[in-house]
Nanobody, 122 residues
Framework: QVQLVESGGGLVQAGGSLRLSCAASGRTLTSYVRSWFRQAPGKEREFVATINWSGGSTDYADSVKGRFIISRNNAKNMLYLQMNSLKPEDTAVYYC???????????????WGQGTQVTVSS
């Protein structure tokens, strides 16, 4: 059984940085697309960033482009999200996900973490 566990969330002031991590266990996810999504209170879960199996291709939501960096370490079965220049509107629960096809739509992913809270104060 695959488990994804996020960590690294917390409270930070606007303009600050956080680094999220997602540890996978149960199987190697080397061939899987891995992504980050987020969900703010009262809003739908939205795509943040994605990375292909090799790490050679990434894509970002327009709202985070230039501020966030997604990366992965297949040897450690880890996924990361470096978040810089954080804004109050980045406040949300952040989820990591893994899927065979990969897309911007949450329902196409096979595995999800439990989420980690990120709160950005103004």
């Amino acid at each position: 059984q695959v488990q994804l566990v996020e960590s690294g969330g917390g409270l930070v002031q606007a303009g600050g940085s956080l680094r999220l991590s997602c540890a996978a266990s149960g199987r190697t996810l080397t061939s899987y697309v891995r992504s980050w999504f987020r969900q703010a209170p009262g809003k739908e879960r939205e795509f943040v960033a994605t990375i292909n199996w090799s790490g050679g291709s990434t894509d970002y939501a327009d709202s985070v482009k230039g501020r966030f960096i997604i990366s992965r370490n297949n040897a450690k079965n880890m996924l990361y999200l470096q978040m810089n220049s954080l804004k109050p509107e980045d406040t949300a629960v952040y989820y990591c996900a893994a899927g065979r096809g990969g897309s911007y739509q949450p329902d196409t992913y096979d595995y999800w973490g439990q989420g980690t809270q990120v709160t950005v104060s103004s």
